[in-house]
C-alpha cells in the first residue's frame, strides 16, 4: 500500500484560526477593557498544525503591537508551510506494461501497486493484472482505456508518438548487450518511477549474486556447449546477451562458425546434420514452455542418440521466459548455467 502525504489543515480548521486571530485585532482596537484581560485561546483542533499559535494564550497587547500587517504575514508563512492536500507520494500512479522484462523490473522494485494492466505474457511475479494487451501489435486504443499515465514497453516509434499525442508519457527500453545495460535500465527504471534506492538495492544485489556464481563454478573453457531457442533448431552466437552470459564462463559456442558474417544477426538456424557434426559437451534447451522440448524428445531426434550431451545426460532444461528476459531473474539463469558445470567438474 502507498504511503500518502501528511495532509493540510481542513478549510474549517484554518478558517477558524483566522477567524480568531481578525477576533483578537478588532478586540484591540475597539475596547479599552480588552488592552488587560487575555483572549481566551483559539480551539485546540484549529490551532493543531500552526506552531507559532501554541507558545501561550496571546493578549489584545501583544496583538496589537504585531499589526495587522505581521499577523498576516505569519498565517501566509503557515499556509504555505503546508503541504498540498491528497498530493501522491509517486509521480506515476496508473502504469500499464506491455514488455514483460519491464514488468518484472518495475515489480522487483516495489512499484507493483501502481500497475492497472500489464500484456498477455507478463504473468511473473504472481498476481500482476494480466489483460489481453498484446506487446508484438500494441493496440492503442485497447492501452488508453485504462487511463494510464505511464506506459512501460520496447521501441516502437509509431506506438510511441502515439501514446504520447495523448499525454501519456512512456518508459522505453531496448534488449541489452552488456550486463551494464541491464544495470543501467534498472537504475531508469528506479528514476522514473521515484524508487531510486530500491533500484540500486536491486542492482548491488544482482551483481553480487552474479559474482558469486560466476567465480564459484569452475574453468568451462574446454566445453562446448549449443542453446536452442526452438525446436526448428534456431539459436543465438557470442554476439548475443545470450551468448555473453555464457562467455562469462568461459564456454565455447558450436554456433558461431553458422554466423561468421553477423549475416543472421546473432540467430541463426541450424541443422541436425550441423549439430551432429559440432558434437556440443553441453546442450541448454530453452524451448520447455513453447515446444516441449526435454531431454527425451532431444534423444530421440535422428543421429542425436550419439551426441556427447545426450550420452553424458548433460541437456539442461531451461525455463524460456527467464531465459530470454534479463531483468532480475537473469540471475536464475546464470544459477542454472554455474550449477550444470560444478556439477561436471564434480565429476556429474
Known sequence: ???????????????????????????ACGSDDATSSPTPAPATDAISE?????????TTTEAAAEGPADTAAAAEEASEAEPAPDEPEYRYQRIVSIS????????????????VAVDEYSYYPEGTPVTDLSGWN??????????????????????????ES???????????????????????????????????????????????????????????YYHELDNTLYTVTSATFIGHVYGLFG???VADPADS????????????EYLVDANPDVIFLADTLCCGQNAETVAARPGWDQLAAVQT???????????????????????????VLVSIGDGG
Open 1 to 27: 500500500m502507498n504511503r500518502t502525504a501528511p495532509r493540510r489543515a481542513s478549510l474549517p480548521q484554518r478558517l477558524a484560526w483566522i477567524f480568531a486571530t481578525v477576533l483578537l485585532l478588532a478586540s
Open 50 to 58: 500552526a506552531p507559532a499559535a501554541t507558545q501561550a494564550p496571546t
Open 100 to 115: 514483460p522484462t519491464g514488468t518484472e523490473i518495475a515489480y522487483a522494485i516495489g512499484a507493483g501497486d501502481r500497475f
Open 138 to 163: 500494441p493496440n492503442i486504443e485497447a492501452i488508453v482505456s485504462y487511463d494510464p499515465d505511464l506506459v512501460i514497453m520496447g521501441t516502437d516509434g509509431d506506438v510511441i508518438a502515439s501514446l
Open 166 to 224: 495523448t499525454g501519456i508519457d512512456v518508459l522505453v527500453h531496448d534488449p541489452p548487450i552488456t550486463f551494464d545495460d541491464v544495470y543501467a535500465q534498472i537504475a531508469q527504471f528506479g528514476e522514473t518511477l521515484d524508487l531510486v534506492d530500491q533500484a540500486d538495492l536491486l542492482v548491488s544485489d544482482m551483481q553480487e549474486r552474479i559474482g558469486e556464481l560466476i567465480a564459484t563454478a569452475p574453468d568451462a573453457s574446454e566445453l562446448s
Open 251 to 253: 564456454l565455447e559456442n
Open 261 to 272: 558474417d553477423g549475416s543472421a544477426y546473432g540467430y541463426p538456424q541450424l541443422s541436425d
Open 313 to 339: 545426460g548433460r541437456v539442461v532444461e531451461l525455463n524460456d521466459d527467464i531465459v530470454s528476459r534479463w531483468g532480475p531473474r537473469l540471475v536464475d539463469f546464470i544459477e542454472a548455467i554455474s550449477e
